[in-house]
């Protein structure tokens, strides 16, 4: 693995920003199996970036823009994701232990296989999240935004828009309350893998 210097890692970004305004100048920041334990990138843009394999363990990434990034099998353990733009990226079999995610963007990205055991995402947007096999043992979702409404869960109770009923209620009837609402078909798999998820929280 390679390590940057904060100054190389400047002239990266910088780069990827004109890479970002104009793909004829400028060039994608391609940071596949580097090394940028604890690095600083708050407030970064990393839009569209290659981080494949590369080592995030402890960065601070607050408020940085890694929408449609590819981070595939990135360590991203105890880094700061708060508030961080994630959308559409791609954190199949990434290690998110211990990471917070405090009202990140998370919206259609890709937790396939991801180990988020520890994770901090309350007040996270998970809609469309793909969380298919993720590790989401002890994982905090306390409250969560999933497409129009906004929900949260406390002592073995969720309520999602007007609705508030037992987490065992809502695990058995989802389905049936999603079309007596008025939900799509994909908006009721959606609150499904999210009820599934609060099923694992341990309070």
């Known amino acids: 693995m390679k390590t940057y210097t904060q100054e ?37 843009n990393l839009s569209k970036a290659n981080l494949y394999g590369a080592n995030l363990s402890g960065a601070n990434l607050s408020e940085a ?19 961080a733009n994630l959308f559409q990226a791609n954190l199949s079999q990434a290690n998110l232990f211990q990471a917070n995610l405090s009202g990140a963007n998370l919206s259609e990205v890709n937790f396939s296989g ?40 406390f002592n073995g109770v969720v309520k999602i828009g007007c ?7 809502w ?7 999603g079309k007596e609402n008025g939900y799509t078909s994909q908006d009721i798999k959606n609150y499904g893998i999210q009820l599934k998820a609060l099923s694992k929280i341990k309070q």
Not at 163 to 169: G, K, N, R, Y
Request: charged share 20%.
């Open 163 to 169: 609705i508030e009923l037992p987490l065992e209620q």
């Open 65 to 83: 823009n890694l929408s449609e990034a590819y981070l595939f099998q990135a360590n991203l353990s105890r880094a700061n994701l708060i508030g």
């Open 114 to 153: 991801a180990k988020l055991s520890q994770a901090n995402l309350s007040r996270a947007n998970l809609s469309g999240a793909y969380l298919s096999k993720a590790d989401l043992t002890f994982t905090s979702i306390y409250s969560f935004t999933l497409g129009k409404n906004f929900g949260y869960y």
């Open 8 to 44: 190389e890692l400047k002239v990266i970004l910088d780069k990827h920003q004109e890479w970002i305004n104009d793909p004829k100048t400028g060039q994608r920041a391609n940071l596949f199996w580097a090394n940028l334990s604890r690095a600083n990138l708050s407030e970064a």
């Open 171 to 177: 695990l058995k009837d989802y389905k049936k309350i």
